[in-house]
Structure formats: structure tokens, C-alpha cells
């Protein structure tokens, strides 16, 4: 019964390196958005994408991008991770005309070091 | 963009007891939902409620669209219960805004 999967639960990467955070759900939802989550800062949008290579920016895009060559995957991007990037990464995903959002991937745990 | 403040912060129960949570935002909404995000991070979806009331078992909710509030209701407190729970409003605009949590801690 899984819907939104995340690529790893745990992440450790080193400042100045590339990471990929992927997510892929199995619903054929056109709509998926990426979340960080900061203690006393709950959850904040970085990007979502509403179809294939369509991306917009969300509250805080500075230092990601996205990519969505495929309906079922949206992959975050950090270009070169620094340590203010360490922070629980959550995937959603939703259909388009649904307002209500049901489908949140596990969640990563990225820390920079 | 639409502002949403949670209270309180953190909250410890004793179980069977009884708690309010509360929600208050800027704008009106067109999307109220309330989550419990469990101590693994996944994130529930507890309640659609941009208007109203609504109950599910132990859980209600009622939301105050033109007084800009929501509360959440937990009764006879569980430790499974325990976790962070989480409003998020959406206005016209189709992405969900969160507040920043309450902290549920339920003992024995």
C-alpha cells in the first residue's frame, strides 16, 4: 500500500557536495511538492511542479533546484549542500483539483557536515 | 502569504486526559487540515475541516472561518497520541501553509 516513497530515510553528506533527494509516488498525481521541516519552524515550501518539467518556487528556493522528467518522480537539488541545509526533507504529492493533501513520503534526514 | 500561529508550543499530558489545540490564521481559506505527525516523521491527515465540526473517535475539530481559528480536541489522551500536530491552510492559492506545531507528550 505505498504511495510516496522517499530514496533514503537517512543522509550524510559533506558541505560543498551535490545531493539528490528523490521522490517518486505511484498514484499518477500531476502535483507534487517538497517540504523542510525545522524545529519551531514546522513544515516550509521549497518548490512544487503541477505537470512533467513544470516547477514553481515555493517560500524558500534559495539554494535548490527541482527536476520532474517523469510524472511518478520529483527530485530535489541541492548544488552544493551547505550545513543550514541540514533538516528533515518531506515529499507530497496530490491530484490536481483535490484540495485536500493525503500523501506525504516518509520524510529524509539530511545532515551536512 | 497566509500566517498561521499554533498553540501551545508544547504540551505534556498525563494519559486519559484531555487537551485543546489552536489554530489561528491570517486570511480566509479555502483548505483547513490538521495532522499528527508520529515519532517516526510520517505525516496523518487528521481532518478537512475549513469550516465546521467534525469527530473521529477520540479526535474532534472545529473550524471558525470568519473568526479565523480552528481547535483540535484530544480526548482521554493515549501515548500513542504522542507526536507533533500540525495546521495547515491553503487560500487561493493551491500550496499548504503550515504553522509550526504543537508538541504532544502523553505519559503514564
Known amino acids: 500500500d505505498v504511495k510516496v516513497t522517499q530514496s533514503s530515510r537517512y543522509l550524510v553528506k559533506r558541505t560543498g557536495e551535490k545531493v539528490f533527494l528523490e521522490c517518486v509516488q505511484d498514484?499518477?498525481?500531476?502535483?507534487m511538492f517538497w517540504y523542510r521541516q525545522d524545529p519551531g519552524l514546522g513544515l516550509r515550501l521549497i518548490y512544487f511542479?503541477?505537470?512533467?518539467?513544470?516547477?514553481e518556487k515555493g517560500d524558500i528556493p534559495e539554494g535548490y533546484s527541482v527536476s520532474r522528467e517523469k510524472k511518478e518522480r520529483f527530485s530535489l537539488i541541492l548544488e552544493s549542500a551547505s550545513t543550514n541545509q541540514t533538516s528533515m526533507y518531506l515529499c507530497?504529492?496530490?491530484?490536481?483539483?483535490?484540495?485536500?493533501?493525503?500523501?506525504f513520503g516518509p520524510g529524509t534526514r539530511l545532515t551536512v557536515t | 502569504g497566509i500566517q498561521v500561529e499554533q498553540s501551545p508550543p508544547d504540551l505534556i499530558l498525563q494519559e486519559g486526559a484531555n487537551s485543546t489545540l489552536r489554530c489561528n490564521f491570517s486570511?480566509?481559506?479555502?483548505?483547513l487540515q490538521w495532522f499528527h505527525q508520529n515519532p517516526w516523521g510520517q505525516l496523518i491527515n487528521l481532518f478537512y475541516?475549513?469550516?465546521g465540526t467534525k469527530q473521529n473517535g477520540r479526535l474532534s475539530a472545529t473550524t471558525v472561518a470568519t473568526e479565523r481559528y480552528s481547535l483540535l480536541y484530544i480526548s482521554s489522551s493515549q501515548t500513542t497520541d504522542s507526536g507533533v500536530y500540525f495546521c495547515?491552510?491553503?487560500?487561493?492559492?493551491?500550496?499548504?501553509?503550515f504553522g509550526t506545531g504543537t508538541r504532544l507528550q502523553v505519559t503514564l
Open positions: 507530497a504529492s496530490r491530484d490536481t483539483g483535490w484540495v485536500v493533501f493525503k500523501y
Open positions: 498514484m499518477d498525481h500531476e502535483n
Open positions: 511542479s503541477y505537470d512533467v518539467k513544470m516547477k
Open positions: 486570511d480566509s481559506v479555502n483548505n
Open positions: 475541516i475549513p469550516s
Open positions: 495547515a491552510v491553503s487560500g487561493t492559492a493551491s500550496k499548504l501553509t
